[in-house]
């Protein structure tokens, strides 16, 4: 049951998606979670802060009488908003960075992109289905173990080595580019046997 209730957590996340002709995984959500951990933690911190402070429970009499003018008082609203906004940003970038890392598989390549979240760095990493020689996957303490994700270690001829970083179900994914890999290889013996026979 605990599995089951993980892996549609892992589906909200978007962790593998399906398509026409390609299976699409971004890293397991663990990894989002180690992202968005301590801005998010901060920002509901700030959050309770202004809300205490709002409520009258912690009034803030740093500045004593000053406070209450109100030109102070909103200059205090201002700050508390700008940093709110900050911690906002940060938790939207740390999420954008995360959703923006794609390792894909189509019916001919295999495909790794990362991106920054604003585009300005992109690398790019791919090469075709026939070059796979072999894929493996290696689980990293308890926590990949219990929640079943890994790294995914292809090695091909030409582009070297790719590595699937932390995507879940490491398994499956095996089997999935395997399964791949056959049907690209058995279409071009088709294609070829054909030629030849036009020949």
Excluded: C
């Excluded at 599995?3 to 890293?27: I, N």
């Excluded at 968005?36 to 409520?55: E, F, K, Q």
């Excluded at 072999?134 to 990293?140: E, I, N, T």
């Amino acid at each position: 049951r605990l599995y089951s209730l993980l892996g549609e957590a892992g589906s909200q996340f978007g962790e593998r998606s399906d398509g026409p002709g390609e299976t699409v995984w971004h890293k397991h959500w663990i990894i989002l979670l180690e992202k968005l951990y301590t801005p998010l933690l901060v920002l509901a911190g700030w959050i309770v802060i202004g809300m205490a402070h709002a409520s009258g429970i912690i009034p803030l009499r740093i500045l004593g009488s000053a406070l209450d003018q109100p030109v102070i008082e909103l200059g205090v609203i201002a700050l508390w908003t700008l940093v709110f906004v900050a911690l906002l940003y940060a938790a939207w970038y740390q999420y954008e960075d995360w959703n923006n890392d794609l390792y894909r598989v189509t019916d001919d390549r295999i495909i790794d992109i990362e991106r920054s979240p604003f585009g300005f760095e992109e690398r790019s990493v791919e090469t075709t289905l026939d070059r796979i020689q072999d894929v493996s996957y290696v689980r990293h303490g308890p926590l990949a173990v219990l929640f079943d994700f890994g790294d995914l270690i292809i090695e091909t001829a030409g582009a070297g080595q790719l590595l699937f970083f932390a995507i879940p179900n490491p398994k499956a994914a095996v089997q999935e580019i395997f399964h791949r890999r056959d049907a690209y290889r058995t279409n071009g013996e088709r294609m070829q046997a054909r030629q030849e026979s036009r020949d």
